[in-house]
């Protein structure tokens, strides 16, 4: 099948109805990609039947081979099954675009509160309650990936070894390493399976020209935007899975490396975002806009704007290129084997992040127990996240 057979979408279906529907997903999405995907399986699936569950499934399983926002390519990945890349760029545009705008306001909060005199301990609550988030998913992403003693060896090594070196290049080192790992010891044959493709190169190149251009605009300008623009975009193709996965690769640098923020003001961005719905890759919109302050309102919106287009970017680019040789690519064993050790390093990154950013925030009993009612509230799955988030915001008003 052709890139320009695949663009027509189903016949019935109008494009203002199917975004229609993706902006309802945006709105009723909370908690990361496995949320995510519950809401896709009931609006896209369901009740819209614009695919069947099992190819709700296998696009899934696509998005979770590819680096990037999962969520977030997946829904895309559906407009391109039914648009072609026009309908999957609006796909992004409105699953995105509604939380990236509030999280570009919020990146102006600590400037709202000082120049109103409110002391910023209103906020104390929220870097607490974010931990307990993140303790929470590693636990969960943990029982998903550990199937066996070498995922188990390399989700323990990978937390080590990010605890130990805390620099952005061991991310991708250590990610592209378990994926090979995986590879070698499962010992099974033809699992490099030939097969023939006919992929839409140009976004490829696309994809690639950006991530090496990036980086040689970053060595020769010091300019802010730029530095921002790389980075993201370098988070965007280094992380595989939701927001969770994104946490430590993102704060490692941002906070300890460049210094942009202080982890007080990472963990507040973070905690905030767990309360809207949409992508939780939206924080970047936050830590962008927190990177650029210092200057006028409008340089501090282009941060903002650098970080929500650099880390989505990537993505965008690898649906428009995976997508249309999914069929024939998804033949290749060799990838869904690489992935169990991938989502086992990320789990352990998840992890390890969790131990760093609850050192950072202080093991006060105050921040224990916040952290410890966020993780049991979120177990008991009966008080919803944007409950816990504004509980955390008037905790710290009230105390």
Known sequence: MTTDAMETHTPGVGWPAFLRDVLICSLGAYGGPEAHMSVFLDQMAVKRKYLTEHDLVELIALCSILPGPTSTQTIVAIGYRMG????????????????????????????FLAAREIPLEVLRFIGPMAVGFIILAAYRIGRKVVVDWTTGVLMAASAVITYVIRAPWIFPVILVAGGAVTIILSREQNIWKKVPLNPPWRYL????ALALGGVVAAALFQERIVQLTESFYRYGYLVFGGGQVVVPVMHS?????????????????????????????????????????????????????????????????????VYPIWETLKQIRAIRIALRGIGAVAGGMIAIAAVILSQSSGFGIANIIVTVLTVTLLASRKVPAPVIVVAALAAGFLG
């Open 84 to 111: 072609g890349p026009r309908l999957a760029f609006l796909t992004m545009l409105v699953w995105a675009l509604p939380v990236l705008v509030v999280m570009t306001i919020l990146s102006f909060l600590y400037q």
């Open 205 to 208: 190149v696309a994809f690639t």
């Open 253 to 321: 640098e941002l906070v300890y490396i460049r210094q942009y923020m202080t982890n007080q003001e990472f963990l507040t961005g973070y905690g905030l975002v767990q309360g809207l719905p949409g992508p939780m890759f939206s924080f970047a919109a936050y830590a962008g806009g927190m990177a650029a302050r210092g200057g006028a309102v409008a340089y501090q919106v282009a941060g903002a704007i650098a970080g929500g287009v650099g880390i989505f970017l990537p993505g965008l680019l690898l649906i428009y290129f």
